[in-house]
T-cell receptor, first 116, second 117 residues
């Protein structure tokens, strides 16, 4: 069984400040990890993903995340927040086996507010 | 541009009146998923089609059905919508390959927001 825990349902930062959204996972197999962003009344857009290889992954819009196996974490960061970053962010873990459809288990989401 | 399309974007139905939501894709992906997302909650997988094979999640109510008449289209049917079925319904697609990487990324549509009166 897999699960994802996102600490903090709401995070507020000032424009230009560091963004840090926390995600911890539980998985019985090597995980594939994702961060998605969702703007109001829209679908999910993939920000970045960790599958294999380099543990520091860079995504769109200046976001990056680091896979830390020892801490079972995959925190999302951005050095300088922009007003357009205000949205809901979901961390997800994938269960999959070769030749089968992937299944995503999502965290409960973190709403990011960016203030002037 | 290749994409996942959901129609309509907003759907209003009456309590107990059957409703169908539509998803189409131009990505030629062999897997299509339906998720339910209630307000301020995470998306919850209802079921998925891998080619023509239907895979239902164990806790998906019988009130929810799906059809996939061809590769490009997939429908979500709610036979008797209740007030608790009001939610955003998200369609996603992915391509499973029997060779190479076991990972297949999911691409999401914009969603259909269902209101039940």
């Amino acid at each position: 069984a897999q699960s994802v825990t996102q600490l903090g349902s709401h995070v507020s930062v000032s424009e230009g400040a560091l963004v840090l959204l926390r995600c911890n996972y539980s998985s019985s197999v090597p995980p594939y990890l994702f961060w998605y962003v969702q703007y109001p009344n829209q679908g999910l857009q993939l920000l970045l993903k960790y599958t294999t290889g380099a543990t520091l992954v860079k995504g769109i819009n200046g976001f990056e995340a680091e896979f830390k196996k020892s801490e079972t974490s995959f925190h999302l960061t951005k050095p300088s927040a922009h007003m357009s970053d205000a949205a809901e962010y979901f961390c997800a873990v994938s269960s999959h086996y070769t030749g089968t459809a992937s299944k995503l288990t999502f965290g409960t989401g973190t709403r990011l507010q960016v203030t002037l | 541009d290749a994409m996942v399309i959901q129609n309509p974007r907003y759907q209003v139905t009456q309590f107990g009146k059957p409703v169908t939501l539509s998803c189409s894709q131009t990505l030629n992906h062999n897997v299509m998923y339906w998720y339910q997302q209630k307000s301020s909650q995470a998306p919850k997988l209802l079921f998925h089609y891998y080619d023509k094979d239907f895979n239902n999640e164990a806790d998906t109510p019988d009130n929810f059905q799906s059809r996939r008449p061809n590769t490009s289209f997939c429908f979500l049917d709610i036979r008797s919508p209740g007030l608790g079925d009001a939610a955003m319904y998200l369609c996603a697609t992915s391509r499973v390959s029997q060779r190479g990487s076991s990972y297949n990324e999911q691409f999401f549509g914009p969603g259909t927001r269902l209101t039940v009166l």
